[in-house]
Every structure is written in C-alpha cells, then in structure tokens.
T-cell receptor, first 114, second 117 residues
Framework: KQEVTQIPAALSVPEGENLVLNCSFT??????LQWFRQDPGKGLTSLLL?????REQTSGRLNASLDKSSGRSTLYIAASQPGDSATYLC?????????????FGKGTKLSVKP | EPEVTQTPSHQVTQMGQEVILRCVPI?????FYWYRQILGQKVEFLVS????????KSEIFDDQFSVERPDGSNFTLKIRSTKLEDSAMYFC???????????????FGPGTRLTVL
C-alpha cells in the first residue's frame, strides 16, 4: 500500500532564505506527483505536477524534482517571502485503479518570518 | 481563470440528518472527485466519477455516501445519515483527463466544512 511521508512537519525560516521541502513515497510505480499549497481553512492550490517520465518542473520561484527509483521528491522555494507561509502537500497517483486517486502526505507547515 | 466552486462553505447538521454537498467542476473537465480531510489529518480520497458513473471508490465511501451529476454542471455528494465522525472538510476536484494519461492535474475547490453535532 502506497504511503506518502513529508519531512519536516513544520519549518520556520527568515524571509529571503532558500528552502527545500521533502516528500517520500514507498511504491515507485506512480503516474505522477503533484505539489499543492493549502492555506489555513482553505482549499488546495495546485503548484506543480511532475509526470513519471520527468525529473523536474519549474514555476517561478518553485522547482520540484522527482526521483522515482528512490521514491523521493523535493520542492525547492527560492527567496522565500512571508506570503509563502502555508502548508505544502505532496500527492502521488499510482498505477492501477481506474481513474487513479491521489494519495497525500500530511504536509509541511511553512512559516516565513519577515 | 476557471476554478472549481463548492457550496456551502460551511454546513452544520445534526447527527442522523442527510446532507448534500455541491460542487461545480471546471466546465471542460470530464473527471470528478471527492476527497475529505478530517482536522489535523491527511487528505483522503473518497470517490471518482466519470461518464455518469463511479469509477473508483475508497473503503470510506460506504452505503451512506452517494454521488450524482444531476445536470451538466453540478456534482453532488450526499451523506444519508450523518455521524459525528463525518465531520471534516470535503473537497471536490476535477481533471480534464483520466489516469490513462500521466498528465492528469487535479484542481480542487475551496472545500465545504461539515460539522455534525
């Protein structure tokens, strides 16, 4: 059974720092991996999707990498800002099943201090 | 930019009552999903829906739950007889493509917070 783990559970950094969030998964047979941002009491905003054949994806200050064989993904945030404060979730879609549900990690709560 | 919308944002109900949570997926999307997040826990998959039928469901999605696409725009989740443990944030999501394509980005709505008293 696929398990997704995110470390650390919480992270606090000063504004301007570059940071890395980690996501690991136990079953490497995935279709893709998606990173989300969740603000308190709010919905999930899709940040990046990496297909199984890709190694990384970039959007603005965000860069996500995928190493399927080792079951790891990282989300790199450059020059962090207070507005980046949120919980970041990663989710994988496995092979198999019909439409393929997303399996989520518990998230990393990021706080960027001004 | 197109987005998934959900109503209501917050629903309070008494245990044993029926609730219907509503979602309007992105208009050109064909695949629809419900997830839930109990406070402090992971987001969990409930059900996926395509071509007017359930295509996959989790063990959470028992006989108390049902989904429907009553018209061309709405997608609903019904809980027939709510329990205290149904209290959670319920998220609707949609995607343009299905799992057969690796590029299958799911877009989520803002959620409905269900409180069962």
């Amino acid at each position: 059974k696929q398990e997704v783990t995110q470390i650390p559970a919480a992270l606090s950094v000063p504004e301007g720092e570059n940071l890395v969030l980690n996501c690991s998964f136990t079953d490497s047979a995935i279709y893709n991996l998606q990173w989300f941002r969740q603000d308190p009491g709010k919905g999930l905003t899709s940040l990046l999707l990496i297909q199984s054949s890709q190694r990384e994806q970039t959007s603005g200050r965000l860069n996500a990498s995928l190493d399927k064989s080792s079951g790891r993904s990282t989300l790199y945030i450059a020059a962090s800002q207070p507005g980046d404060s949120a919980t970041y979730l990663c989710a994988v879609k496995n092979y198999g099943g019909s439409q393929g549900n997303l399996i989520f990690g518990k998230g990393t709560k990021l706080s960027v201090k001004p | 930019e197109p987005e998934v919308t959900q109503t209501p944002s917050h629903q309070v109900t008494q245990m044993g009552q029926e609730v219907i949570l509503r979602c309007v997926p992105i208009s050109n999307h064909l695949y629809f999903y419900w997830y839930r997040q109990i406070l402090g826990q992971k987001v969990e998959f409930l059900v996926s829906f395509y071509n007017n039928e359930i295509s996959e469901k989790s063990e959470i999605f028992d006989d108390q739950f049902s989904v429907e696409r009553p018209d061309g725009s709405n997608f609903t989740l019904k809980i027939r007889s709510t329990k205290l443990e149904d209290s959670a944030m319920y998220f609707c999501a949609s995607s343009q493509t299905g799992v057969a394509l690796t590029y299958n980005e799911q877009f989520f709505g803002p959620g409905t917070r269900l409180t069962v008293l």
